[in-house]
């Protein structure tokens, strides 16, 4: 037995061990990664001290093949290392990664919509204004584009009212508003959104208590600012829809409706 062991080719360190995750291509056991030659509980404890070499399958090894480096678990996006619970690093990583790609979508289309939509609008005047009607907090669920435009841009929703109610410029009210709602600052985020909605209301005219503003606001905010985006619009005359359309009344027209809308209310 020893004298045929001693003729038998010794498998180097360096080169991973085959197992039926290679040979047989056996689904990994519940709980554990594939290494690409055998399986371990995670991608960090794959290697065994063995670097590069023994990173593969589901994992991807990142750093230096020579130096130092981590083994992670890989993505099918791009071979990015993959978010692992235990990884405060990945999880940051990713975070930041989307937050970027996100920013860079809203911004492109934050563009058009100040040129096709904003550019086409008055903010809520100051005096001489007939106010319209109250509107619902549910009402936004009966106009499928607010509920587009809130769900996927709210920051440039918030960013349109604030600057209809005059109370920011749109691109300062877009960029205060992602920061707020779209990070870890949403907490801060929502607490001010309560100001700036009571103010907005103030703007237009309607006298809602701050306890009111506050429940809306913090229980039921994607609702809350597409009321608020149906009733700003209903102030300066506009309707807006998907994809950056915008049709735009007179101000008498506007007002007159207003007017109507009461005295029929009253009656």
Request: glycine share 8%; with cysteine; charged share 15%.
């Amino acid at each position: 037995f020893c004298a045929r062991c001693a003729h038998r080719p010794r498998r180097e360190a360096s080169q991973p061990p085959r197992s039926a995750a290679m040979s047989s291509g056996f689904a990994t056991p519940p709980g554990n990664v594939n290494c690409g030659g055998h399986f371990a509980a995670n991608c960090g404890a794959c290697t065994h001290g063995n670097g590069a070499a023994w990173c593969n399958g589901d994992c991807l090894w990142t750093g230096s093949l020579l130096g130092d480096g981590e083994c992670k678990l890989s993505s099918p996006i791009l071979g990015m290392p993959s978010l692992e619970p235990q990884d405060s690093l990945s999880s940051l990583y990713w975070w930041g990664l989307i937050c970027l790609l996100s920013s860079l979508v809203m911004l492109v289309y934050a563009c058009i919509y100040k040129r096709k939509v904003i550019a086409e609008l008055e903010p809520i005047p100051s005096s001489m204004n007939i106010t319209g009607d109250e509107i619902p907090v549910t009402a936004c669920c009966k106009k499928p584009h607010t509920i587009l435009y809130t769900c996927f841009c709210m920051p440039i929703v918030l960013g349109k009212n604030y600057w209809a109610a005059s109370l920011m410029p749109f691109w300062p009210g877009c960029i205060f508003s992602f920061l707020l709602h779209c990070t870890p600052l949403y907490p801060l985020g929502a607490c001010i959104r309560v100001v700036m909605a009571k103010k907005v209301h103030d703007s237009i005219g309607h006298s809602r208590s701050w306890a009111r503003v506050a429940m809306s606001s913090l229980f039921c905010m994607p609702c809350d600012v597409g009321r608020e985006s149906l009733e700003v619009d209903a102030e300066i005359g506009a309707d807006i829809t998907c994809c950056c359309q915008v049709e735009v009344s007179s101000r008498l027209m506007n007002d007159m409706g207003h007017a109507r809308a009461r005295m029929c209310g009253a009656s």
